[in-house]
T-cell receptor, first 112, second 114 residues
Framework: SQQGEEDPQALSIQEGENATMNCSYK?????LQWYRQNSGRGLVHLIL?????REKHSGRLRVTLDTSKKSSSLLITASRAADTASYFC????????????FGTGTRLKVLA | KAGVTQTPRYLIKTRGQQVTLSCSPI?????VSWYQQTPGQGLQFLFE???????NKGNFPGRFSGRQFSNSRSEMNVSTLELGDSALYLC?????????????FGPGTRLTVT
């Protein structure tokens, strides 16, 4: 099964609203990354948060990490139609295998 | 720096054939990972190479193989193609794995098996 599970699976909001996506994982991690994917294209790196960090900001993005709950959230503020995409979290586990495991993704649709 | 490049971008093959996909990582990046993305299974890890050595492998049959060259460029090969191998194959590079570096993806190769 996937290490990461995003929630919700799909989200539809109006332009200007905030969008929150959650990611849960199962094992201890070194870091967690969030990616955006537009309609079957390559993944665009959004933000990386290390296991010793609790919150990180980048422009309109805010990521939190709660290692005790093994969960992370991605907040997109003041959403735009161009934010319409699928969003994935990926975890780099501490098992020593140095591979990233992806969640199932959240499909975000921002309506103009 | 130039981003991760993958060739070809699109490929149509027939069942039973084999295919080779290529990935050039960002300059200075020594780790290359491959992923398969399908609507049903999502993003599945195939394998990871670092300094020409395969260090990790996902749960894929032996028909899927890869290699990395001394310049960090990587190729993956799929032999005896099956219809279920139709997918977007993504390559990702990072400087040094396990050190908190960001992983960057290429645009992918869309493989269609008929």
């Amino acid at each position: 099964s996937q290490q990461g599970e995003e929630d919700p699976q799909a989200l539809s909001i109006q332009e200007g609203e905030n969008a929150t996506m959650n990611c849960s994982y199962k094992t201890s991690i070194n870091n967690l990354q969030w990616y955006r994917q537009n309609s079957g294209r390559g993944l665009v790196h959004l933000i990386l948060i290390r296991s010793n960090e609790r919150e990180k900001h980048s422009g309109r993005l805010r990521v939190t990490l709660d290692t005790s709950k093994k969960s992370s959230s991605l907040l997109i503020t003041a959403s735009r139609a161009a934010d319409t995409a699928s969003y994935f979290c990926a975890t780099d586990t501490t098992s020593g295998t140095y591979k990233y495991i992806f969640g199932t993704g959240t499909r975000l649709k921002v309506l103009a | 720096k130039a981003g991760v490049t993958q060739t070809p971008r699109y490929l149509i093959k027939t069942r039973g054939q084999q295919v080779t996909l290529s990935c050039s990582p960002i300059s200075g990046h020594r780790s290359v990972s491959w992923y398969q993305q399908t609507p049903g299974q999502g993003l599945q890890f195939l394998f990871e190479y670092f300094s020409e050595t395969q260090r990790n492998k996902g749960n894929f049959p032996g028909r899927f193989s890869g290699r990395q060259f001394s310049n960090s460029r990587s190729e993956m090969n799929v032999s005896t193609l099956e219809l279920g191998d139709s997918a977007l194959y993504l390559c990702a590079s990072l400087e040094i794995p396990g050190q908190g570096y960001e992983q960057y993806f290429g645009p992918g190769t869309r493989l269609t098996v008929t």
